[in-house]
Nanobody, 124 residues
């Protein structure tokens, strides 16, 4: 599967952005989809994931502010980001894997397919 992330940009603290990740190549509904991010000088970290059945999982740092969703008809996963903070500034990556066990969705090592990343900058 090929992944194309989009929707990043510059926003003021407290603002919102919606990231999209379009998938192509294989049956999208079979994939667990995840969002990760990497800030300068830091390791890549888990943000959110959604199972094949639509169950959602979030990092504590974004819980209540971010919402992950998927539209299997459009082969697209979304990350709605509200109440953005300067510490949310990072490159955001979408990831996919058809074999992952949902309990392992927090680990980037479990995902075989990655998008190119989209930059999110939140100004204070």
């Amino acid at each position: 599967v090929q992944l194309q992330a989009s929707g990043g940009g510059l926003v003021q603290a407290g603002g919102s952005l919606r990231l999209s990740c379009a998938a192509s190549g294989r049956t999208f509904s079979n994939y667990v989809m995840g969002w990760f991010r990497q800030a300068p000088g830091k390791e890549r970290e888990f943000v959110a994931a959604i199972s094949r059945g639509g169950s959602t999982y979030y990092a504590d740092s974004v819980k209540g502010r971010f919402t992950i969703s998927r539209d299997n008809a459009k082969n697209t996963v979304y990350l709605q980001m509200n109440s953005l903070k300067p510490e949310d500034t990072a490159v955001y990556y979408c990831a996919a894997d058809p074999r992952i066990i949902v309990s392992n969705c927090y680990s980037d090592r479990q995902y075989d397919y990655w998008g190119q990343g989209t930059q999110v900058n939140v100004s204070s």
